[in-house]
């Protein structure tokens, strides 16, 4: 497995707080997106690392678009980038358990990102300081989320407090000690990372029930999400009025996304 790693002047592995999660597959098209949402994030005041894990394959992004990068997300707190390619397809679920065995430390908030989602932009801040308000919460996620088709243009609501929601972060000495990944699995990664945990111990959950108008997700490009559209108008969906045109995010990262 290719092992890149870019640092910052400053780097400390024992400052860094948050580990951004960011497995990547097929999403040349759409990568963009993920990244413009961290470089985006607000009043960050702590030091945060981006682990990227990629294997080789015919729709690579590759490490020359991360490296251009670095030096935007450096000036809002990113002080390592890590850049893993394994030499063949890895699932996700794999995926997980390599980027969490290579954190800076053990005791970094594990903040699961996907290459086609449009993080909001409190989103580092606001898990950063839930877990810091009490030590004992193991598990934070979102009741509530915007979600786009790009192939119809539509938008709906997630809104389902399920056992695992959206904009999941947990600590990573968790992940790292109870997930023991299963290859076979497709799809509810985040499920089983939750029960396989709390199956060992107890996990203090906390469920943010904001519905932010600066980010959403993303269907039609990741090749786990493509289909997931379908199921717009069925639980845990809601439909909605609101457009994309609607958001309050940047009008140039709006036209983009239309243009697609």
Known sequence: METIELLSENYNKNNIVVTIALPVFNSQKIIWLSIESLKNQKNINFDWELIICEEQQEFLVGLDFFKNEFDNLQKIGCKRLLYLSPNNYTCLAIKW???SENTSNDNTIFLLQASDDYSYEDRLKNTFDIFQSDNKI??????KAFFYDFNNKKMTIYNAKKITNVNI???????????NPDDSKKRGIDYLIFTQINNNQKLLTYVDINLYTNGFFSDGFNTLSIHRSKLYDKWPFE???IKLEDLTISSNIKEKILQL
């Not at 972060?169 to 997930?179: E, P, V």
């Open 97 to 99: 358990k390599i980027i």
């Open 138 to 143: 193991d598990w934070y996620d979102c009741q």
């Open 169 to 179: 972060a947990l600590k990573t000495n968790l992940l790292k000690k109870f997930y």
């Open 239 to 241: 439909k909605t009025n």
